[in-house]
């Protein structure tokens, strides 16, 4: 009998009591570990399983692994670490067996995966350091991490054992330190959610496996931040974290991962949302730049780590605007703030962009020059330039509309309107840049001033007859009529997309001619442009032979023939081309002649076959300096076409790019929105009226509007959309024309309102953007708040007539008080040296005194002047939700009447009666008050005759602060103003600061001597976001109290009134230099309003 059967003999009872399998498992890894151990260590080892057995009920299940894993475990370490194992697994199995089991069975794969020190990776071998001692540390810390997860109930024991089986993946990617460093981690994430801790400890093994070895450290550092400040957030970091952090150059990984565990530990939960986005803006800038960044910001963060991932966030924008080199220029006046000043808040804000001062330095350091900055003047430009108002505007509204332009970069005009990149950068300095724009300017001028949309079939040209009615009969058939002239013309040729390029090249030509000619000015920055265009063309030998010949039209056109290289064989071609292309460069020539001369040049090109690289390089060459010097059309109409060489195959027309300078052409699409916009006004003829089916058509066949990518069903829904955003566009462009005529206006051209792209039910909404205060950081954050003006709802007459019956009194009186206040007709003015009559008393005067040798002047003449009141003024009424509350809620003593007097026969019918009357008459609220002073100054101030405006404002949170207009200064009173009174309701917040800011914009436009803004509230500004948090009251203060301190600035004369018994509280700071008033009694509103304007126009 062997030693192993003989010990299991010996233990049979003992390991009978736990079960019939026990025995089995001993038996087997007792026959395995016989000629392992030694006699004296076989027995130890007996002993180990049988103790582990007899642990508790259920420890026989630990005891199995342990007899299961103990001869691998044996073949990998020492028999005193064996011994020590068992103790781990003993003192385990006292908490709970099936943590001891999942221990027990996990240690094989544990030790074969456990990763030698990086420190001693030459050393494994070193002095005093050793595989067997780096194991004994591990196990025995592997056992104790485990233990600290263990809490004591099943959740806590799942969580165990989970770690225990997935060990072996963790520490294929993890030394001992940093699994204890997980652990810690999973030990608080437990605290919160067991699910979250399991899903991330599931995540783990994968994660660090793929982990750079470097970035693993770093990696738990934040996470052990984040799990404390905000450990919702950790699984989303265990998922996304990874290829985040793999976006940023492996040197500077670990440096960005401390300070994001800095910013999160001061951030709390805004700390995560602040690493996914600046890890992601790292991953947008090129990683030679990420040692820059992380230098600087590090630097920063000795200070404010978050003012540092600030600028890490920003860097990405910055970099649109100025060089790398620049970057630390753009810093200093940040770092100034912060360390100098000491104006944390200002540096924050400073780099996050939330600064006129951050905008401004950038603004000086950067070559670029945005739209935003020079619209006014270009729109000036271009009135200089035609004589009339253009609308200059971006070309990201344009694209938005969804109408057929899609390149924002490109300059272009849809006949009525100029749109313009939002910014140019092409050259390193500003001015260059801004003489870019002055040419586009002038060229999208040029074609609205030159009539490039005017093409009428069957006209001639000055200097080409037209030439339609003897192409007509080889024209292609097409199914539909055109609907434009411009798509009849095109329907003449088989290939749209070459004369519509050829059409695009002659038109441009023309232009540019005509604009060298009217406005020299602009010439030579128009010759410069061209130049470098001529030299950014791609090389003519590499496309097929009709995108070569237009590609040389086009370099023709830049003014630069000497970069045309054409075949030798076919030049003979190129120089009647060029001859025609002329023809449009002659004073007087029309878009008539253009498309006479698009047509000849259509007619060489597609006599030559479409193929690529028919030619040697040395076969091509430039043209004879004397080609296209006379301009002349070609004779007849057509050129015979030329055998296609054999083994060559006819390739599709490419359209070569457009240069910048000229932007975008749609001349069909032009014409097809000119015609829906006249149907849409009603100025169409009769029959003129267009189908869907026929513009749809139209649509589908035009080279101008394309679809490339879509398929069928997607092309069918995407003309669909495009019909529907073409015919709202031409509703709403007819009713701003209407109303333009109405007002006897011209278009405003501001190029910010919200004119066009929609014709949906419901007001039209301009979107206006301001600047708001900061006042920690004692700075504007730019363009933060939106204000979105509209139009106020129309109610009926009946509110307005039943006010005034209801306060006749009141009204009558407020009306006599203010006629009071109309100036006389005419005011006598004395003491003058001319004028129409003598002052009898100033002629005597003036006797004696001369008599007396004193010399007055002879001031005896007095006349009568016409003295008018020039005062305007804005009333600005809070409408939010707080105003529906009610003026006087009923009191609870109110129950007795006359009817009931306490006896209960008579209750029910009390009962009813009063119901009844509270039905009738509904409690007044603090909005209908509102009205209520509206109405009765209306009425006082159509007596006086001054100007004024009504508007409510309301909103929610910055992006969304809502502009009624109710009256506008110049606007008549009428029917309409009555109708908007009745329907001022309560809607949402309190943003006072932009409410304000639009009011004193619209002030300023409006001419008058005297401008007074009344403002009218329920309570203090608030709002969502309008401050740090929900709690945080005083920075709506400072900007309401800043933006009353700008319309002081601008001559305008502010005053505050609020209901608001606690008001005194903070308008003691928010009104310290402006006027205001508490009204106590509420009802006693309208008459205060009325008699507080009187005390102010006065001043």
Same mark, same amino acid.
């Given at each position: 009998?062997?030693?192993?059967?003989?010990?299991?003999?010996? +233990?049979?009872?003992?390991?009978?009591?736990?079960?019939?399998?026990?025995?089995?498992?001993?038996?087997?890894?007792?026959? @395995?570990?016989?000629?392992?151990?030694?006699?004296?260590?076989?027995?130890?080892?007996?002993?180990?399983?049988?103790? *582990?057995?007899?642990?508790?009920?259920?420890?026989?299940?630990?005891?199995?692994?342990?007899?299961?894993?103990?001869?691998? =475990?044996?073949?990998?370490?020492?028999?005193?670490?064996?011994?020590?194992?068992?103790?781990?697994?003993?003192?385990?199995?006292?908490?709970?067996?099936?943590?001891?089991?999942? +221990?027990?069975?996990?240690?094989?794969?544990?030790?074969?995966?456990?990763?030698?020190?990086?420190?001693?990776?030459?050393?494994?071998?070193?002095?005093?350091?050793?595989?067997?001692?780096?194991?004994?540390?591990?196990?025995?810390?592997?056992?104790?991490?485990?233990?600290?997860?263990?809490?004591?109930?099943?959740?806590?024991?799942?969580?165990?054992?989970?770690?225990?089986?997935?060990?072996?993946?963790?520490?294929?990617?993890?030394?001992?330190?940093?699994?204890?460093?997980?652990?810690?981690?999973?030990?608080?994430?437990?605290?919160?959610?067991?699910?979250?801790?399991?899903?991330?400890?599931?995540?783990?093994?994968?994660?660090?496996?793929?982990?750079?070895?470097?970035?693993?450290?770093?990696?738990?550092?934040?996470?052990?931040?984040?799990?404390?400040?905000?450990?919702?957030?950790?699984?989303?970091?265990?998922?996304?974290?990874?290829?985040?952090?793999?976006?940023?150059?492996?040197?500077?990984?670990?440096?960005?991962?401390?300070?994001?565990?800095?910013?999160?530990? /001061?951030?709390?939960?805004?700390?995560?949302?602040?690493?996914?986005?600046?890890? /992601?803006?790292?991953?947008?800038?090129?990683?030679?730049?990420?040692?820059?960044?992380?230098?600087?910001?590090?630097?920063?963060?000795?200070?404010?780590?978050?003012?540092?991932?600030?600028?890490?966030?920003?860097?990405?924008?910055?970099?649109?605007?100025?060089?790398?080199?620049?970057?630390?220029?753009?810093?200093?006046?940040?770092? #100034?703030?912060?360390?100098?000043?000491?104006?944390?808040?200002?540096?924050?804000? +400073?780099?996050?962009?939330?600064?006129?001062?951050?905008?401004?330095?950038?603004?000086?350091?950067?070559?670029?020059?945005?739209?935003?900055?020079?619209?006014?003047?270009?729109?000036?430009?271009?009135?200089?330039?035609?004589?009339?108002?253009?609308?200059?505007?971006?070309?990201?509204?344009?694209?938005?509309?969804?109408?057929?332009?899609?390149?924002?970069?490109?300059?272009?005009?849809?006949?009525?309107?100029?749109?313009?990149?939002?910014?140019?950068?092409?050259?390193?300095?500003?001015?260059?840049?801004?003489? /870019?724009?002055?040419?586009?300017?002038?060229?999208?001028?040029?074609?609205?001033?030159?009539?490039?949309?005017?093409?009428?079939?069957?006209?001639?040209?000055?200097?080409?007859?037209?030439?339609?009615?003897?192409?007509?009969?080889?024209?292609?058939? #097409?199914?539909?009529?055109?609907?434009?002239?411009?798509?009849?013309?095109?329907?003449?040729? @088989?290939?749209?997309?070459?004369?519509?390029?050829?059409?695009?090249?002659?038109?441009?030509?023309?232009?540019?001619?005509?604009?060298?000619?009217?406005?020299?000015?602009?010439?030579?920055?128009?010759?410069? *442009?061209?130049?470098?265009?001529?030299?950014?063309?791609?090389?003519?030998?590499?496309?097929?032979?009709?995108?070569?010949?237009?590609?040389?039209?086009?370099?023709?056109?830049?003014?630069?023939?000497?970069?045309?290289?054409?075949?030798?064989?076919?030049?003979?071609?190129?120089?009647?081309?060029?001859?025609?292309?002329?023809? =449009?460069?002659?004073?007087?020539?029309?878009?008539?002649?253009?498309?006479?001369?698009?047509?000849?040049?259509?007619?060489?090109?597609?006599?030559?076959?479409?193929?690529?690289?028919?030619?040697?390089?040395?076969?091509?060459?430039?043209?004879?300096?004397?080609?296209?010097?006379?301009?002349?059309?070609?004779?007849?109409?057509?050129?015979?076409?030329?055998?296609?060489?054999?083994?060559?195959?006819?390739?599709?027309?490419?359209?070569?790019?457009?240069?910048?300078?000229?932007?975008?052409?749609?001349?069909?699409?032009?014409?097809?929105?000119?015609?829906?916009?006249?149907?849409?006004?009603?100025?169409?003829?009769?029959?003129?009226?267009?189908?869907?089916?026929?513009?749809?058509?139209?649509?589908?066949?035009?080279?101008?509007?394309?679809?490339?990518?879509?398929?069928?069903?997607?092309?069918?829904?995407?003309?669909?959309?495009?019909?529907?955003?073409?015919?709202?566009?031409?509703?709403?462009?007819?009713?701003?024309?209407?109303?333009?005529? &109405?007002?006897?206006?011209?278009?405003?051209?501001?190029?910010?309102?919200?004119?066009?792209?929609?014709?949906?039910?419901?007001?039209?909404?301009?979107?206006?953007?301001?600047?708001?205060?900061?006042?920690?950081?004692?700075?504007?954050?730019?363009?933060?708040?939106?204000?979105?003006?509209?139009?106020?709802?129309?109610?009926?007459?009946?509110?307005? &007539?039943?006010?005034?019956?209801?306060?006749?009194?009141?009204?009558?009186?407020?009306? $006599?008080?203010?006629?009071?206040?109309?100036?006389?007709?005419?005011?006598?003015?004395?003491?003058?040296?001319?004028?129409?009559?003598?002052?009898?008393?100033?002629?005597?005067?003036?006797?004696?005194?001369? #008599?007396?040798?004193?010399?007055?002047?002879?001031?005896?003449?007095?006349? #009568?002047?016409?003295?008018?009141?020039? =005062?305007?003024?804005?009333?600005?009424?809070?409408?939010?939700?707080?105003?529906?509350?009610?003026?006087?809620?009923?009191?609870?003593?109110?129950?007795?009447?006359? /009817?009931?007097?306490?006896?209960?026969?008579?209750?029910?019918?009390?009962?009813?009666?009063?119901?009844?009357?509270?039905?009738?008459?509904?409690?007044?609220?603090?909005?209908?008050?509102?009205?209520?002073?509206?109405?009765?100054?209306?009425?006082?101030?159509?007596?006086?005759?001054?100007?004024?405006?009504?508007?409510?404002?309301?909103?929610?949170?910055?992006?969304?602060?809502?502009?009624?207009?109710?009256?506008?200064?110049?606007?008549?009173?009428?029917?309409? =103003?009555?109708?908007?009174?009745?329907?001022? &309701?309560?809607?949402?917040?309190? $943003?006072?600061?932009?409410?304000?800011?639009?009011?004193?914009?619209?002030?300023?436009?409006?001419?008058?001597?005297?401008?007074?803004?009344?403002?009218?509230?329920?309570?203090?500004?608030?709002?969502?976001?309008?401050?740090?948090?929900?709690?945080?009251?005083?920075?709506?203060?400072?900007?309401?109290?800043?933006?009353?301190?700008?319309?002081?600035?601008?001559?305008?004369?502010?005053?505050?009134?609020?209901?608001?018994?606690?008001?005194?509280?903070?308008?003691?700071?928010?009104?310290?230099?402006?006027? +205001?008033?508490?009204?106590?009694?509420?009802?006693?509103?309208?008459?205060?309003?009325?008699?507080?304007?009187?005390?102010?126009?006065?001043?």
């Amino acid at each position: 009998m062997s030693v192993a059967d003989t010990l299991a003999d010996r +233990y049979d009872a003992e390991l009978q009591s736990h079960g019939v399998g026990l025995r089995d498992e001993f038996l087997e890894a007792a026959r @395995e570990l016989e000629s392992m151990l030694t006699p004296e260590d076989f027995e130890v080892w007996a002993e180990r399983g049988a103790a *582990l057995a007899s642990q508790s009920l259920r420890s026989w299940e630990a005891a199995v692994e342990f007899f299961r894993a103990s001869p691998e =475990v044996s073949r990998l370490i020492p028999f005193d670490l064996l011994v020590r194992w068992s103790e781990s697994a003993e003192r385990l199995s006292t908490e709970s067996p099936l943590v001891a089991a999942a +221990y027990l069975r996990a240690t094989p794969a544990v030790v074969q995966a456990l990763p030698a020190d990086p420190d001693f990776d030459i050393g494994i071998q070193g002095e005093n350091i050793t595989q067997q001692t780096i194991i004994r540390t591990d196990l025995d810390s592997w056992a104790q991490a485990g233990e600290r997860l263990h809490q004591g109930n099943w959740k806590s024991i799942a969580l165990t054992v989970l770690f225990f089986d997935e060990s072996p993946k963790i520490f294929s990617g993890l030394s001992m330190p940093q699994v204890d460093q997980l652990v810690d981690v999973l030990v608080v994430l437990a605290e919160r959610s067991y699910q979250l801790a399991t899903t991330c400890l599931e995540a783990s093994g994968a994660l660090f496996e793929e982990l750079d070895f470097h970035d693993r450290e770093p990696f738990l550092q934040f996470a052990a931040a984040l799990s404390r400040s905000s450990w919702a957030d950790t699984r989303l970091y265990f998922e996304r974290g990874p290829e985040l952090v793999s976006r940023i150059e492996r040197e500077q990984r670990g440096a960005f991962l401390q300070l994001a565990a800095r910013v999160v530990q /001061s951030a709390g939960r805004q700390g995560f949302p602040h690493f996914l986005e600046t890890a /992601s803006a790292m991953g947008d800038v090129p990683v030679n730049e990420h040692e820059t960044m992380m230098r600087l910001a590090q630097y920063l963060a000795r200070r404010s780590p978050v003012a540092a991932m600030a600028f890490l966030r920003s860097v990405p924008f910055v970099l649109t605007r100025i060089t790398s080199e620049q970057l630390e220029q753009w810093v200093e006046p940040g770092a #100034r703030l912060l360390f100098d000043e000491g104006n944390i808040e200002g540096a924050e804000a +400073y780099f996050k962009m939330q600064s006129t001062r951050a905008e401004g330095t950038l603004a000086s350091l950067s070559a670029r020059v945005e739209l935003g900055s020079i619209h006014g003047l270009l729109r000036m430009y271009a009135k200089a330039l035609t004589g009339s108002t253009i609308s200059i505007r971006s070309t990201e509204e344009l694209v938005d509309r969804g109408i057929g332009w899609v390149q924002q970069s490109m300059a272009t005009t849809e006949g009525t309107s100029i749109f313009l990149p939002p910014f140019v950068g092409s050259f390193p300095e500003q001015p260059s840049n801004f003489q /870019s724009y002055k040419v586009f300017t002038t060229h999208q001028t040029g074609r609205i001033e030159f009539g490039s949309f005017h093409y009428q079939w069957g006209v001639d040209g000055v200097y080409a007859p037209a030439s339609v009615a003897e192409r007509l009969p080889d024209a292609p058939q #097409r199914e539909r009529d055109a609907i434009t002239d411009m798509e009849r013309f095109f329907d003449l040729f @088989e290939v749209r997309d070459l004369i519509a390029s050829l059409f695009t090249v002659v038109e441009d030509t023309r232009v540019d001619a005509a604009v060298s000619r009217e406005y020299r000015g602009i010439t030579p920055w128009l010759h410069r *442009l061209q130049s470098i265009e001529a030299e950014r063309r791609p090389d003519a030998r590499s496309m097929s032979l009709r995108s070569a010949f237009v590609e040389s039209m086009l370099r023709s056109s830049l003014g630069r023939r000497d970069a045309i290289r054409w075949p030798k064989d076919l030049m003979e071609a190129m120089g009647t081309a060029l001859g025609a292309l002329a023809v =449009v460069e002659e004073p007087n020539a029309t878009v008539q002649d253009s498309a006479e001369v698009a047509g000849a040049l259509y007619d060489i090109a597609v006599s030559m076959p479409n193929i690529r690289n028919p030619y040697n390089d040395e076969d091509w060459e430039e043209p004879p300096s004397d080609f296209g010097e006379q301009a002349q059309m070609p004779g007849g109409m057509g050129q015979s076409e030329r055998e296609l060489p054999e083994d060559s195959e006819e390739q599709e027309f490419e359209v070569p790019a457009q240069p910048e300078f000229r932007g975008d052409f749609k001349p069909e699409l032009v014409q097809l929105l000119s015609r829906l916009r006249d149907q849409a006004s009603g100025e169409a003829g009769e029959g003129e009226t267009l189908s869907s089916d026929q513009v749809m058509d139209a649509l589908s066949k035009s080279s101008e509007v394309g679809f490339p990518d879509a398929s069928e069903g997607d092309m069918a829904a995407s003309m669909g959309q495009f019909l529907s955003n073409l015919e709202k566009e031409a509703a709403a462009a007819a009713k701003a024309k209407q109303q333009r005529d &109405q007002n006897g206006e011209e278009s405003d051209g501001e190029g910010g309102g919200d004119e066009g792209g929609s014709s949906d039910k419901g007001p039209e909404i301009t979107w206006t953007y301001y600047d708001e205060w900061d006042f920690r950081a004692s700075d504007y954050r730019p363009r933060w708040c939106r204000v979105g003006e509209r139009t106020g709802e129309e109610g009926t007459l009946d509110y307005y &007539q039943d006010t005034l019956q209801k306060h006749h009194g009141l009204v009558v009186e407020t009306r $006599r008080q203010f006629e009071l206040m109309r100036p006389e007709t005419f005011r006598r003015i004395k003491r003058l040296e001319d004028g129409e009559e003598i002052d009898l008393d100033r002629a005597i005067e003036f006797i004696v005194d001369k #008599r007396a040798g004193v010399g007055p002047l002879a001031q005896v003449y007095w006349r #009568r002047n016409k003295v008018d009141r020039d =005062v305007a003024v804005a009333f600005l009424m809070d409408m939010s939700a707080s105003t529906d509350e009610e003026v006087e809620k009923p009191r609870s003593g109110d129950r007795t009447d006359g /009817s009931f007097q306490g006896d209960p026969r008579n209750y029910f019918q009390w009962l009813a009666e009063r119901r009844a009357k509270q039905i009738s008459e509904a409690p007044k609220r603090i909005i209908d008050l509102e009205k209520e002073s509206l109405v009765l100054i209306a009425e006082a101030l159509e007596a006086i005759g001054d100007s004024y405006g009504i508007y409510g404002f309301s909103g929610y949170g910055r992006d969304n602060v809502e502009f009624h207009v109710i009256k506008d200064l110049a606007e008549q009173f009428g029917d309409q =103003v009555r109708k908007r009174i009745d329907k001022v &309701q309560p809607v949402r917040s309190t $943003r006072m600061g932009p409410a304000i800011r639009h009011t004193i914009a619209k002030m300023e436009k409006y001419d008058a001597k005297a401008k007074i803004l009344i403002l009218v509230s329920d309570g203090r500004p608030q709002d969502h976001g309008y401050g740090r948090d929900r709690t945080e009251k005083e920075y709506a203060v400072h900007d309401t109290h800043q933006a009353l301190l700008e319309a002081k600035r601008v001559g305008i004369t502010p005053f505050l009134i609020t209901v608001d018994k606690e008001g005194h509280d903070y308008l003691k700071d928010m009104c310290s230099d402006v006027g +205001y008033e508490v009204v106590d009694d509420i009802e006693q509103l309208p008459r205060r309003l009325t008699s507080l304007y009187r005390v102010l126009s006065a001043e």
